[in-house]
């Protein structure tokens, strides 16, 4: 019978145990500070984990969410990225950067510079409670120029984590954040290739980031990506989306999909 502590291969790599700690915002400082550093070195000093997946990290600072949030949006963090690599990847954990667009779910979603596929309101509760007594001031919608810049960002970012020394990277297309917008029906009014009216629209972007990463980084590196699967409102995305979005995302290079 498996056991939660035999191993599992995953990509390129064979993790120590199939625990895997998922991406939570830290928020101890602004950036990557000691404490941080200190937290994720902690847990892999158990030698217990199969896989840490470090918090959602932005690629641009009009994709930055919050203030505290470790970026991967330059060059000159990848001096940084090196020590959180040699925090988490310690007792044969293996670690993973999860790197984010905050699309209109970001600090920037009042004023004029926040990018969505579409010029309408997050739905995100939390950015809901800050609309409110508010008029929405709302996001620009992606021109292609825009949408080539965001791959590009994504391919960088990916390459920094690399650089780093982490075994692999996570796509974030979940929690109302850009990738998710273009999944959701409800935020992606769009009509062109990335149509918000078909599953292969609202998956297009996600795949291209995904074809144009796995290019870049080549075959030794795990390429995740996490998928907000669900809307749970109506007229939004519906677990029947699931299996589609994955077969694609499976096609473009994912060598693992959290759902
Ligand atoms: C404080 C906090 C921060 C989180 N930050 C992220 C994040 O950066 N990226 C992400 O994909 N999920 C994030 N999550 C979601 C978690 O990865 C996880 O999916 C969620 O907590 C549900 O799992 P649980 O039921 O075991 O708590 C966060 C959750 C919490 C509680």
Redesign the pocket.
């Known amino acids: 019978m498996m056991k939660i502590t035999d191993t599992i291969k995953v990509g390129p790599y064979t993790l120590q145990s199939r625990i895997v700690m ?4 830290t928020g101890f400082g602004r950036g990557l500070v000691d404490k941080t550093l200190a937290y994720y070195k902690d847990r892999a000093a158990t030698g217990a984990i199969g896989m840490i997946i470090t ?2 990290s932005y690629i641009s600072e009009v994709g930055r969410a919050e203030a505290e949030q470790v970026s991967v949006a330059r060059d000159s963090d990848i001096e940084a990225l090196k020590k959180l690599a040699a925090a988490v990847q310690v007792n044969g954990t293996v670690g993973l950067v ?1 790197i ?1 667009h905050g699309g209109s779910a970001n600090e920037a979603a009042l004023d004029a510079q926040a990018i969505a596929p579409s010029a309408v309101p997050n739905r995100r509760p939390d950015i809901v409670r800050r609309y409110k007594d508010k008029t929405p001031v709302l996001p620009h919608e992606m021109t292609q120029d825009d949408i080539n810049t965001v791959k590009d960002q994504f391919v960088a970012a990916a390459l920094r984590v690399k650089a780093a020394g982490f075994a692999g990277v996570e796509i ?1 297309s ?2 109302s954040y850009l990738l998710s917008e273009f999944y959701s029906p409800l935020m992606n009014h769009r009509t062109d290739a990335y149509t918000g009216a078909a599953i292969e629209g609202r998956t297009q972007l996600q795949t291209e980031i995904l074809e144009a990463v796995r290019k870049a980084v080549g075959g030794d590196f795990i390429v995740s990506i ?1 998928l907000g699967a669900v809307d749970d409102m109506p007229g939004g995305a519906v677990i029947d989306d699931v299996g589609a979005a994955a077969r694609r995302f499976e096609a473009a290079g994912a060598d693992l999909i959290s759902i």
């Open positions: 998922p991406p939570m915002a918090e959602h999860q984010n974030h979940a929690h996490r």
